[in-house]
């Protein structure tokens, strides 16, 4: 019942606020719609035959404008873009409904690596909520087995839907009978399940923990107001999971939480992007109420609580695209405070503006260090050092530029295979030979991409997000400095010996200058297109500050920044002289000719142009089907170069595509008798066994990666070289029986994965996202041509909103 009040307020929310039909020229205007036609369907199960309480939700597509009467099409648009929203209010609504019905209480639990808090019930035991809700290893080892009789009974293995449909059956078989179950028959499966992990009878746990009444009991809000200026603070804390259930009513919530609440909300939206709309902000109120552990005594006291926190987001931002003024007899949309005429408001704030405006600044100011004319002639005109190489035109000239620019920030665009690495080559060399050895740095957004770069153009390189961190040490260091030669002093006029301290001097000084920017340096970024705006904006102060220069290499029709984006392209556009990289190299024969069709052709699918598609038509590049036949069609192809030898790997758009690809490799490999099917539990689900290939998703400095024979702690305790980063490829070549994984990289050495770093941050390495595979590395050319997968009969997937 209280799932059910949500869903209809929800949709009662969606049908006032939302729901809207174009009418007028060219739909011009948004008008609002009496209502919609919806069906909902009740689920109480998931695929794995959990309890997982849904509905689904069918909306027509035809509604009746409110202005006219007349039948119309529903802007799916305006649904699509609130639809994060509306499932974030949902969920405040039914741990509303749930408290004021049970008396039930709610705290705030970590889900695990790259997932973000949530709310559970403080009743519930996270044993019973994993017994419910994860696989294991035995049900991996039932979807062997069902595997195996698979390739007995059609004599052919099963394809990577075929494979991920066994694996469901398999969950449902190692918990229930293989019958449809009727809702009673599950109820009784699920107390007999319960029962077991509780250790007594779930029915009588049940009623105990739900016992208590509704409360009538007034909130304590769980706000940090003792913070000096509160109002304004953007590193307030939230409490979650109270002592008690508490019950508000809206009154109860004054204006100083509300401007507490509004501040976060922004600071969770401003992080993640440089622009935002309304629904970003009442998602991230939603979230931000959640979590400050609040719960009301009406549905109406939280609607009114959720608008006065995101109009008070919504009065912090600032308007990009202000309404027209009205005129006498235009309609007004109740919602927004707009003319029906009017885009929907798009917003950023101060602090973006501010930061976007100092890049700016930084592309224009021209203290920055340069090299000489005769210098740069000298190397760009010469082979390149160790690579025997000459620059071609486009790369010199590029050179050429960002050496004489004398811009603090500096930008150079280069689309995919145009040789952006092949010139930052050139660069270093050009810079080294007027400013010294060392005094260009490289910086990427991963760690394994910072070692990619640092490998290939011999610099030293790090990731973007460690960089910056070690910026806030860098004055206990400094100051650590000074008191080493304070006490250098004190000795030499003591005349004691002070070969110790001289020791530490130079560490400290080391140490120091390992994360120091000095005049006349060059920091590279590479592929800075994928670097957010706070990062970007750091890194050129710091330039600016140290007489340093700032470079940005990348290209913005390419992958964009998880964060707030959009400033690498604000940076390209912003000079008309902008150096940029326009031959592309990538596409040969195997005479070593240019594919120039191909390259023509890639130049055109990044500008958008789709006349590129028959150019890759005409050379029999598409592989078409439904998604089953692509996910076969993909593994096929790694397959075949695995056949041969080659490190191949699969690219998927999304999370879902990577496991179901991940399990159809592995069951390939189980059934070749190169991967062993019992392994260690990883936690997506998957398992990994001896020779299975997994990657790494988070940096940890403090485990060795095999590179370094003889790896060394600093004084902070993490190592100092060869570290496991996001990213890292290896082989499992045996595992423990506490999750302990023993893995060695290519060409490197064994290495010891704990079993807390493999259960959350261990995944399969077959297939990843395009943003995960940036510094894999693989064998540059297969012997086959690349292939272009669609889809057929299915609707393109928009991208989903960054909410």
Same mark, same amino acid.
């Given at each position: ?292 552990? @609040?719960?009301? =005594? +009406?549905? *109406?006291?939280?609607?009114? $609580?959720?608008?006065?926190?995101? #109009?008070? &987001?919504? %009065? ?124 260009? @740095?490289?910086? =990427? +957004?991963? *760690?394994?991409?910072?070692? $990619?770069?640092?490998?290939?153009? #011999?610099? &030293?390189? %790090? ?341």
């Amino acid at each position: 019942a209280a799932h059910h009040r949500a869903v209809a307020s929800t949709i009662r929310l969606i049908e006032t606020d939302v729901a809207r039909t174009r009418t007028g020229h060219g739909g011009a205007a948004r008008v609002p719609v009496r209502g919609l036609i919806a069906a909902g369907f009740d689920h109480h199960d998931s695929r794995a035959g959990d309890p997982q309480l849904h509905t689904h939700v069918t909306i027509a597509n035809r509604v009746q404008a409110a202005s006219d009467g007349q039948w119309r099409t529903l802007d799916s648009r305006s649904l699509y873009a609130a639809s994060v929203a509306h499932s974030d209010t949902y969920d405040l609504l039914l741990a509303d409904n749930l408290t004021r019905t049970l008396g039930v209480e709610w705290e705030v639990r970590l889900r695990g690596r790259a997932r973000n808090p949530r709310r559970e019930l403080a009743a519930i035991p996270d044993h019973l909520i994993i017994e419910f809700s994860q696989r294991t290893a035995a049900i991996t080892a039932a979807k062997d087995a069902a595997i195996d009789t698979f390739v007995t009974k059609h004599h052919r293995q099963p394809t990577g839907p075929e494979a991920v449909r066994i694996r469901q059956q398999a969950t449902l078989e190692t918990r229930q009978p293989k019958h449809v179950s009727t809702l009673a028959e599950y109820t009784d499966q699920w107390t007999r399940r319960a029962d077991l992990i509780l250790g007594s009878d779930a029915t009588a746990w049940a009623y105990h923990v739900t016992a208590a009444p509704p409360t009538d009991r007034t909130i304590t809000p769980a706000i940090d107001t003792a913070t000096p200026d509160a109002t304004t603070s953007r590193a307030s804390t939230f409490a979650a999971g109270a002592e008690h259930a508490r019950l508000a009513a809206s009154s109860a919530i004054d204006e100083q939480t509300v401007e507490i609440l509004a501040a976060a909300a922004l600071d969770q939206v401003e992080g993640k992007r440089a622009t935002w709309s309304r629904w970003n902000l009442v998602a991230a109120t939603c979230r931000t109420i959640g979590s400050a552990g @609040l719960q009301f =005594a +009406t549905e *109406a006291d939280l609607l009114a $609580v959720r608008r006065r926190v995101a #109009a008070a &987001a919504i %009065e912090r931002s600032v308007l990009l695209n202000p309404a027209n003024t009205p005129n006498v007899s235009t309609e007004i949309d109740a919602a927004t405070g707009r003319s029906i005429y009017d885009a929907p408001e798009v917003f950023t704030s101060l602090e973006v503006l501010a930061a976007e405006g100092a890049l700016l600044e930084a592309t224009e100011t021209t203290t920055a260090p340069t090299v000489s004319a005769d210098i740069v002639d000298s190397v760009v005109t010469a082979p390149l050092p160790g690579r025997d190489q000459l620059l071609a035109p486009d790369q010199a000239a590029a050179v050429r530029d960002i050496c004489a620019s004398g811009r603090v920030c500096d930008v150079l665009i280069g689309p995919a295979g145009t040789g952006k690495t092949t010139t930052m080559a050139g660069l270093r060399a050009t810079w080294e030979h007027e400013h010294g050895k060392g005094s260009v @740095l490289g910086l =990427a +957004t991963s *760690a394994v991409a910072a070692e $990619v770069l640092g490998t290939e153009i #011999a610099i &030293a390189a %790090e990731n973007t997000a460690q960089w910056l961190a070690q910026q806030r040490f860098q004055p206990g260091r400094k100051q650590r400095i000074t008191q080493l030669e304070t006490r250098r002093a004190d000795a030499i006029a003591a005349g004691t010996p002070i070969g110790g301290i001289d020791q530490a001097i130079a560490r400290a000084r080391a140490r120091y200058d390992q994360w120091a920017l000095h005049p006349g340096q060059l920091l590279v970024v590479d592929e800075a297109g994928m670097a957010d705006l706070p990062t970007l904006n750091a890194l050129a102060a710091q330039a600016q500050a140290s007489g340093a220069k700032l470079l940005l290499v990348g290209d913005h029709a390419q992958l964009p920044a998880i964060g707030a984006g959009g400033t690498f392209q604000l940076l390209a556009e912003h000079q008309p002289d902008t150096p940029q990289l326009t031959d592309i190299r990538r596409f040969t024969n195997s005479d070593g000719a240019i594919r120039q069709w191909e390259a023509d052709a890639s130049l055109k699918l990044r500008r958008g142009d789709p006349t590129a598609l028959d150019a890759y038509a005409a050379h029999d590049r598409f592989t078409d089907g439904d998604a089953d036949a692509m996910i076969h069609a993909a593994h096929q192809a790694w397959k075949a170069d695995h056949a041969r030898g080659l490190t191949s790997l699969l690219i998927a758009a999304d999370n879902e595509t990577v496991q179901a690809l991940n399990l159809t490799v592995r069951a390939d490999l189980i059934e070749a008798g190169k991967v062993r099917t019992e392994g260690v539990p990883l936690h997506d689900g998957t398992v990994a066994g001896i020779g299975d290939r997994i990657i790494t998703r988070r940096v940890d400095r403090h485990l060795p990666d095999g590179t370094n024979p003889n790896p060394h702690t600093d004084e902070r305790g993490r190592l100092a070289a060869g570290f496991i980063k996001n990213g890292t490829v290896f082989t499992v070549t045996g595992v423990r029986r506490d999750g302990t994984i023993r893995a060695q990289a290519s060409g490197s050495r064994p290495v010891i994965l704990p079993a807390d770093y493999v259960t959350q941050h261990v995944e399969l390495g077959y297939a990843v996202t395009a943003h995960r595979c940036q510094g894999v590395t693989v064998d540059p050319r297969t012997g086959r041509q690349p292939r272009l997968h669609r889809h057929r009969h299915l609707p393109r997937r928009p991208r989903q909103p960054q909410q």
